[in-house]
């Protein structure tokens, strides 16, 4: 089952978690605990973040690794191509695709500081959409080789089809990008990745269900039929709640931080930001989304607090069951 082809006899929504690359090796050892209790779950898949500029390739690629040799989650690799030429995007994708990798989250990926919109940092590829482009384009000469090759060794084979099977998810963002000008560019950026293949969307992180809700609502009725997926991270305190806010330029959930503010207890401050992210997370299901996406800051227990509370842990046998 996959967030794309629910498999309606499960009655859970399906879910799903974001880790970033360890940069030390004793992160790699605790990220590897971690992700043993994530996978125990059954989620959909796990994403893999990548660095500015491709500063985390290799341990990006080694996560990935790790899950597909030692898990039996499906492994999703974000790419970014800010900065990069055609040649390059082009062999960053074989590299992923040759290790196995058939799941992305295509980027643009952000500028290095101080750079303006035109530089030369964008590289050959400007948008998110000619990535999602250049990930099919790479996928399918692939495959059209592999079936040549074949061919050639057996005398006969069958032509395959244009286009391949890759699953190739894109970034949305319900309280619009920060740099977007007018307010639905957004969707007309979503709209313009759907028609270059991506096969799903997952959201920013958002703090009101109503955001979400109002985002889908308006970009269902601009022509998106892809799933948009729910992006939540639980603020289990006021540092990574500044964090969060510092690195997505939402907008302060007030209610939200002085909770988190008022108190200096971390167990409280913890219960604080998994019991806001529970409640968001059932009220955007109760509203339809299609699954839950967790940004786990490589820690598992306050996402699995909030499936938990959010009454999708016992999907994790029944998803597990029947996959
Ligand atoms: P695009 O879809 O190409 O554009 C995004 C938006 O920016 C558009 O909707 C548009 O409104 C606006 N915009 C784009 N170009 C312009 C322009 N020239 N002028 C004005 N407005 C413009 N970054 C990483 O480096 N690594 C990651 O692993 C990573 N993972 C992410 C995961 C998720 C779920 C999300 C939501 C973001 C992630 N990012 C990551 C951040 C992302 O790279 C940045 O938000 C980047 O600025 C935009 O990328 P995009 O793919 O959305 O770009």
């Not at 004793?26 to 500063?55: C, K, Q, R």
């Not at 990535?131 to 057996?154: C, D, F, G, N």
């Not at 699995?304 to 959010?310: C, F, I, M, P, Q």
Request: glycine share 8%; hydrophobic share 40%.
């Amino acid at each position: 089952m996959t967030i794309e082809e629910p498999d309606h006899r499960v009655k859970h929504p399906p879910f799903s978690f974001e880790l970033f690359p360890p940069r030390t090796a004793a992160a790699a050892h605790s990220l590897w605990d971690t992700i043993h209790e994530l996978a125990a779950v059954g989620p959909d898949f796990m994403s893999v973040t990548y660095g500015a500029n491709g500063s985390s390739r290799q341990s990006s690629l080694q996560v990935l690794q790790h899950l597909r040799e030692n898990t039996a989650v499906h492994p999703l690799a974000h790419l970014t191509c800010v900065g990069s030429s055609h040649f390059e995007a082009n062999r960053l994708v074989r590299e992923f695709l040759d290790a196995g990798i058939t799941s992305f989250l295509a980027l643009r990926g952000d500028p290095p500081q101080g750079a303006a919109e035109g530089d030369q940092f964008l590289g050959d590829l400007g948008s998110a959409s000619e990535l999602v482009q250049l990930i099919h384009r790479v996928q399918t000469e692939r495959a059209q080789y592999s079936t040549l090759q074949s061919r050639s060794a057996t005398g006969g084979g069958h032509i395959p089809s244009s286009r391949s099977k890759v699953r190739v998810a894109v970034a949305a963002f319900p309280n619009g990008h920060p740099r977007s000008r007018r307010s639905n560019q957004d969707i007309d950026t979503l709209l313009a990745k759907q028609v270059s293949g991506a096969t799903m969307a997952i959201t920013q992180l958002f703090f009101h269900a109503e955001d979400y809700v109002r985002f889908v609502s308006e970009a269902q009725a601009a022509g998106v039929t892809i799933p948009i997926l729910p992006g939540l991270m639980p603020a289990t305190s006021p540092a990574r709640l500044e964090r969060i806010l510092d690195l997505t330029g939402e907008r302060r959930p007030e209610e939200l931080s002085r909770r988190l503010h008022g108190t200096d207890s971390i167990d409280r401050q913890a219960a604080v930001g998994i019991e806001h992210a529970t409640a968001l997370a059932t009220e955007v299901l109760d509203a339809g989304a299609p699954g839950l996406h967790l940004y786990t800051f490589n820690q598992h227990r306050a996402v699995l607090s909030v499936l938990e509370g959010a009454g999708l842990t016992a999907a994790a046998s029944t998803n597990k069951e029947s996959a």
